[in-house]
């Protein structure tokens, strides 16, 4: 898959300007925080700025182009909602390489030898995982049926 046909996934799920108490990133716009981008005018972020950032900050970091439909997707929308290290800590745990948050030559080899299907389901359980324990926390708990209603979105996406 593309870069272009991740980006347009995670812009289904990550829409407007957004300033919610309760989100932990604060002001956000297309999914981009002012918790993570500090100087940035999020209110006035346009979506081609966005899709630069997710390309440079979150694709190239998680090597979304040496990675395989559809596993590629799943790593670039795990990072964008849930992380840069803890999504590729969890593909890393996937496939058997040490988790150590880098994807270098060890993880890569790992991951080709094994099948992109199977390793996105895995990543995608950690995924749900991680939601239950975040809704331990009150103020996050209504955020639940979003965040699985988007990993149910996304298997879909993988099996069509």
Known sequence: MSFKKAIEFVFKWEGGYVNDPDDP?????????????????????TEEQAAEIYRRDYWNKVRGDALKEPLDIVMLDTAVNCG??????????????????IIG????HAVSESLPGPTAVRVLAQRLKHYAELAKKRSLRKFL????????????HMSG
């Open 105 to 108: 030559p060890k993880t890569l």
């Open 25 to 45: 990133g604060g002001e956000t716009k297309f999914g981009i925080s002012k918790r993570a981008y500090p100087h940035l005018d999020i209110k006035n972020l």
């Open 145 to 156: 049926r979003g965040w699985v209603m988007r990993v149910a979105d996304l298997m879909e």
């Open 84 to 101: 840069i290290g803890r999504a590729v800590r969890w593909l890393q745990e996937a496939v058997g390489a040490t988790p150590d948050g």
